[in-house]
């Protein structure tokens, strides 16, 4: 890579994650392109990224799987390195519309990274998750954890990585000039949002995920939280996972972004990491975290377990920490405490007056 002021193509960088990387990487001094095609978010997150950060970015509102719009805006920036997190992310609508799943994200990825090729540009951070991994007795996932997603958009995931991993092997037998360089990120449960309380997660309709439910009943968009089981071999009950906090998350990225060029990735090669706290925590632990920071009980009752649901998983975060230098530094009350921030602020998300 070519020295300071880098530029980074952020796919999807109007979105949740995406959105925030974008802040952390224009604060940290690397200048921002975003492709989005805006099919789950808005454009005010990008208003607001530059407010924050004072900074400009630029912005083509187009989808991956155009190839001819790609190689248009690989052929007028110049890409140092590319943070993929476009992608469709919804469990149960990638086991309804399994085909939309592969088509969006398996096709856009390889119409990005056939771009990539194309331009020379071989600096990859890749969105994965947690859920590629299998279920096993284990509860704490090490990278080496056996894989086996079990839903659409989790063999979405596992596919691209396998299609990353394939590429930089044949790569390194083939051209050691300009080898790719990628890093598989896998995120455990991304919550919370940027301190400024102006940008944050917005889903559309009613939320699937915990954190964004919660706060909906808490503000009174949503009538009462269901429990999904409290049966579960853990100690109170509920199911237990690893949350992380997005501004932490995106940190890792940057971490990640730094180690591309670092001698340990100068013969290329594709390598997975965790980001995770190492830490699990209970459905009931949250909800009694969100009531502290509310100062009022929230209103839940016990449910079903939901099809497909674990009772318990969390990250070994260690590899990360060794040859990233990252760790997260935010508290369970940090994540909670911003996730509301942000939803008091902005009670109908982007859309709000
Ligand atoms: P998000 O939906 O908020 O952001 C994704 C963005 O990608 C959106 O702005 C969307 O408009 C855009 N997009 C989707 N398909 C596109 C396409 N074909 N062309 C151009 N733009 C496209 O999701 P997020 O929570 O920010 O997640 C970002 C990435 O992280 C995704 O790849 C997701 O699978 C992965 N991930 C998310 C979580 C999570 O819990 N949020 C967990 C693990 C992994
Ligand atoms: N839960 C409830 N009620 C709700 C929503 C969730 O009790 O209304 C519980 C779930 O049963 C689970 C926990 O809260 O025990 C967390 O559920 P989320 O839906 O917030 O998150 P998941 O762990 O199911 O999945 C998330 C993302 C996936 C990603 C995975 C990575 O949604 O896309 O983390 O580990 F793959």
Same mark, same amino acid.
């Given at each position: 890579m070519t020295q300071h002021p880098l530029t980074i193509l952020v796919t999807g960088g109007a979105g949740y994650i995406g959105s925030h990387a974008c802040v952390e990487l224009l604060q940290a001094g690397y200048q921002v392109v975003v492709i989005d095609n805006l099919c789950n978010s808005k454009p005010e997150a990008l208003t607001r990224i530059e407010y924050i950060t004072g900074k400009t970015l630029r912005f083509y509102h187009q989808d991956l799987r155009d190839k001819t719009a790609l190689a248009a805006i690989f052929a007028t920036e110049t890409i140092d390195a590319v943070m993929h997190f476009a992608g469709l992310k919804a469990v149960g609508e990638s086991c309804q519309k399994p085909q939309l799943y592969y088509d969006n994200n398996v096709y856009g990825s390889l119409s990005l990274f056939e771009a990539m090729a194309a331009a020379k540009v071989k600096n990859l951070i890749f969105s994965s998750s947690a859920t590629v991994y299998q279920e096993t007795d284990q509860r704490q996932y090490s990278e080496n954890h056996p894989l086996g997603a079990i839903n659409p958009y989790g063999r979405t995931k596992a596919m691209i990585e396998e299609i990353l991993r394939d590429l930089a092997n044949a790569d390194t037998e &083939? %051209?050691?000039?300009?080898p790719w360089k990628i890093i598989l990120l896998r995120y455990f449960n991304p919550i919370g949002a940027h301190e400024s309380g102006m940008i944050g997660e917005d889903p559309d309709? &009613?939320? %699937? %995920?915990l954190l964004p439910y919660i706060s909906q009943v808490a503000i009174g968009k949503l009538a009462q939280l269901s429990v999904?089981?409290?049966?579960?071999?853990t100690p109170d009950g509920t199911g237990i996972r690893d949350y992380i906090h997005v501004v932490d998350l995106v940190k890792g990225h940057l971490k990640a972004l730094a180690a591309l060029t670092t001698e340990h990735f100068n013969n290329g090669g594709c390598k997975a990491y965790n980001l995770g706290g190492g830490h699990g925590y209970s459905v009931m632990e949250i909800i009694h975290a969100f009531e502290r920071v509310l100062g009022r009980p929230i209103q839940y009752s016990i449910a079903p377990r939901r099809a497909g649901d674990l009772a318990e998983y969390f990250a070994n975060p260690k590899l990360a920490l060794n040859e990233l230098n990252w760790q997260v530094e935010k508290t369970l009350h940090d994540m909670v405490a911003d996730t509301w921030n942000w939803q008091t602020k902005n009670p109908y998300g982007y859309n709000s007056p």
């Open positions: &083939i %051209n050691a000039e300009n309709g &009613i939320p %699937n %995920n999904f089981g409290n049966d579960y071999p």
